[in-house]
């Protein structure tokens, strides 16, 4: 069965520090990720995907992908208080597969 | 440009009831996903539909639960009879068919669904 593995949280990271926010999954077969931020009572916004091995950086955010070990992290450069919500990790075969996702990490940015 | 919206936003039945809710996607969008989140769970997928064929339903949870995409656009998803277990939030996403890599999902602001 396809799991996608996120600590819950919460995670609380000052103003202005680095969150790095991880997650792991089962399948050696997903081909692509994805994060998403979710606040409270609204739906999933997608925030930046990845798939080839490294990094990725979009504005304050660097997504990091390393297959050998399953593994993929998020980094939020700067935080801002705005960024407190939930992210969720998602992980997919490919293509226009559905997305297998993770219970998600609380972030808080303490101001 | 709208984004993917969902009907109703809540919905609150009692057991043994049925209830449809409907997602209109993105335009231009032939992917089509309805995803629900049960209390701590993660959010989990249903099925996914490319124009208005079923690509893929392997997470439809039994025959209670109808999902039709006719004409290839908004989709409903009915459940019938509804059961308490059936209590949570639907998402309903979209993504364009562009042939590329990777298919960015976008997903509506949810139905939360409450049997009682």
């Known amino acids: 069965q396809k799991e996608v593995e996120q600590n819950s949280g919460p995670l609380s990271v000052p103003e202005g520090a680095i969150a790095s926010l991880n997650c792991t999954y089962s399948?050696?077969?997903?081909?692509?990720f994805f994060w998403y931020r979710q606040y409270s009572g609204k739906s999933p916004e997608l925030i930046m995907f990845?798939?080839?091995?490294g990094d990725k950086e979009d504005g304050r955010f660097t997504a990091q992908l390393n297959k050998a070990s399953q593994y993929v992290s998020l980094l939020i450069r700067d935080s801002q208080p705005s960024d407190s919500a939930t992210y969720l990790c998602?992980?997919?075969?490919?293509?226009?597969?559905?997305?297998?996702f993770g219970k998600g990490t609380h972030l808080i940015i303490q101001p | 440009e709208a984004g993917v919206t969902q009907f109703p936003s809540h919905s609150v039945i009692e057991k043994g009831q049925t209830v449809t809710l409907r997602c209109d996607p993105i335009?231009?969008?032939?992917?089509l996903y309805w995803y629900r989140r049960v209390m701590g769970k993660e959010i989990k997928f249903l099925l996914h539909?490319?124009?208005?064929?079923?690509?893929?339903e392997s997470g439809m949870p039994n025959n209670r639960f109808l999902a039709e995409r006719t004409g290839g656009t908004y989709s409903t998803l009915k459940v019938q009879p509804a059961e308490l277990e059936d209590s949570g939030v639907y998402f309903c996403?979209?993504?364009?068919?562009?042939?590329?890599?990777?298919?960015?999902?976008?997903f509506g602001p949810g139905t939360r669904l409450t049997v009682t």
């Open positions: 996403a979209s993504s364009q068919d562009d042939g590329t890599v990777t298919y960015e999902q976008y």
């Open positions: 399948d050696r077969g997903s081909q692509s």
């Open positions: 990845i798939y080839s091995n």
């Open positions: 998602a992980a997919t075969g490919g293509g226009a597969d559905g997305l297998t």
């Open positions: 335009s231009g969008h032939d992917n």
């Open positions: 539909f490319v124009k208005e064929s079923k690509q893929d």
